[in-house]
Protein backbone atom coordinates (compact mmCIF):
# COMPACT_ATOMS: atom_id res chain seq x y z
CA UNK A 1 0.00 0.00 0.00
CA UNK A 2 1.35 3.44 -1.08
CA UNK A 3 1.89 5.98 2.09
CA UNK A 4 2.21 9.76 2.20
CA UNK A 5 3.83 11.59 4.36
CA UNK A 6 3.81 15.44 4.44
CA UNK A 7 6.28 18.15 5.77
CA UNK A 8 7.13 21.17 5.87
CA UNK A 9 4.37 23.04 7.83
CA UNK A 10 5.17 25.45 10.13
CA UNK A 11 4.34 28.97 11.48
CA UNK A 12 5.40 31.66 8.86
CA UNK A 13 4.71 35.84 8.88
CA UNK A 14 1.89 36.94 6.91
CA UNK A 15 3.41 37.88 3.12
CA UNK A 16 5.96 35.15 4.02
CA UNK A 17 6.28 31.94 1.79
CA UNK A 18 6.01 27.82 2.71
CA UNK A 19 7.44 25.03 0.66
CA UNK A 20 5.54 22.09 1.62
CA UNK A 21 6.61 18.17 0.76
CA UNK A 22 4.51 15.06 0.24
CA UNK A 23 6.78 11.89 -0.20
CA UNK A 24 5.51 8.74 -1.93
CA UNK A 25 6.47 5.36 -0.33
CA UNK A 26 6.02 3.92 -4.08
CA UNK A 27 7.22 5.60 -7.29
CA UNK A 28 5.39 9.38 -8.45
CA UNK A 29 5.11 7.22 -11.74
CA UNK A 30 2.74 5.02 -10.31
CA UNK A 31 0.13 7.62 -9.26
CA UNK A 32 -1.83 9.44 -11.37
CA UNK A 33 -3.03 12.51 -9.24
CA UNK A 34 -1.50 14.23 -6.30
CA UNK A 35 -3.64 16.87 -5.20
CA UNK A 36 -2.91 19.31 -2.27
CA UNK A 37 -6.18 20.34 -0.02
CA UNK A 38 -6.20 22.78 3.43
CA UNK A 39 -8.55 22.26 5.71
CA UNK A 40 -9.00 25.28 8.05
CA UNK A 41 -10.04 25.07 11.83
CA UNK A 42 -14.17 24.27 11.64
CA UNK A 43 -14.00 24.42 7.85
CA UNK A 44 -14.04 21.28 5.64
CA UNK A 45 -11.16 20.64 3.58
CA UNK A 46 -10.49 22.65 0.00
CA UNK A 47 -8.75 21.54 -2.73
CA UNK A 48 -5.65 24.10 -3.45
CA UNK A 49 -3.62 22.04 -6.18
CA UNK A 50 -3.71 19.44 -8.46
CA UNK A 51 -0.45 18.08 -10.06
CA UNK A 52 -1.32 15.21 -12.99
CA UNK A 53 0.71 12.30 -14.00
CA UNK A 54 2.67 14.32 -17.14
CA UNK A 55 3.15 17.30 -15.42
CA UNK A 56 -0.25 19.02 -16.17
CA UNK A 57 -1.22 21.39 -12.85
CA UNK A 58 -4.05 22.88 -11.98
CA UNK A 59 -5.58 25.29 -9.09
CA UNK A 60 -8.14 26.48 -7.27
CA UNK A 61 -9.26 30.16 -7.98
CA UNK A 62 -7.95 31.51 -4.17
CA UNK A 63 -4.42 30.43 -5.04
CA UNK A 64 -3.72 30.79 -7.89
CA UNK A 65 -0.40 32.96 -8.95
CA UNK A 66 0.42 32.30 -5.14
CA UNK A 67 0.91 28.77 -5.23
CA UNK A 68 3.05 26.22 -7.38
CA UNK A 69 2.80 22.48 -7.37
CA UNK A 70 5.41 20.46 -9.00
CA UNK A 71 7.96 17.65 -8.30
CA UNK A 72 9.80 18.16 -5.34
CA UNK A 73 13.90 17.97 -5.32
CA UNK A 74 13.69 15.05 -3.73
CA UNK A 75 12.79 11.58 -5.26
CA UNK A 76 9.00 10.78 -5.32
CA UNK A 77 7.71 13.88 -3.96
CA UNK A 78 5.81 16.69 -4.73
CA UNK A 79 5.73 20.30 -3.42
CA UNK A 80 3.30 23.11 -2.86
CA UNK A 81 5.42 26.38 -2.95
CA UNK A 82 2.68 28.97 -1.41
CA UNK A 83 4.26 32.85 -1.10
CA UNK A 84 2.22 36.01 0.12
CA UNK A 85 0.75 34.01 2.55
CA UNK A 86 -2.43 35.45 4.26
CA UNK A 87 -3.64 34.20 7.66
CA UNK A 88 -6.48 32.56 5.93
CA UNK A 89 -3.56 29.66 4.62
CA UNK A 90 -3.54 28.78 8.57
CA UNK A 91 -5.19 24.83 8.17
CA UNK A 92 -4.21 22.18 8.14
CA UNK A 93 -2.53 20.62 4.55
CA UNK A 94 -2.94 17.23 3.40
CA UNK A 95 -1.86 15.58 -0.05
CA UNK A 96 -4.15 13.17 -1.37
CA UNK A 97 -3.13 10.69 -3.86
CA UNK A 98 -5.40 8.38 -6.84
CA UNK A 99 -3.07 5.51 -7.78
CA UNK A 100 -3.00 4.45 -11.70
CA UNK A 101 -5.48 1.88 -13.00
CA UNK A 102 -6.61 1.26 -9.41
CA UNK A 103 -7.86 4.66 -8.83
CA UNK A 104 -7.27 4.11 -4.85
CA UNK A 105 -7.80 7.10 -3.11
CA UNK A 106 -4.71 7.57 0.18
CA UNK A 107 -4.30 10.84 2.11
CA UNK A 108 -1.54 11.81 4.29
CA UNK A 109 -1.16 12.36 7.87
CA UNK A 110 -1.62 16.27 7.49
CA UNK A 111 1.18 19.03 8.06
CA UNK A 112 0.14 22.13 10.03
CA UNK A 113 0.44 25.68 8.54
CA UNK A 114 -0.15 28.87 10.88
CA UNK A 115 0.54 32.28 9.27
CA UNK A 116 0.41 35.20 11.75
CA UNK A 117 2.10 37.89 12.89
Known amino acids: QVQLVESGGGSVQPGGSLRLSCAASASIDSIAVIDWYRQAPGKQRALDAT???????NYAEFVKDRSTISRGNAENTISLQMMSMKPENTAVYYC???????????WGQGTQVTVSS
Open 96 to 106: RARLKYTWTEI
Open 51 to 57: FISGGST
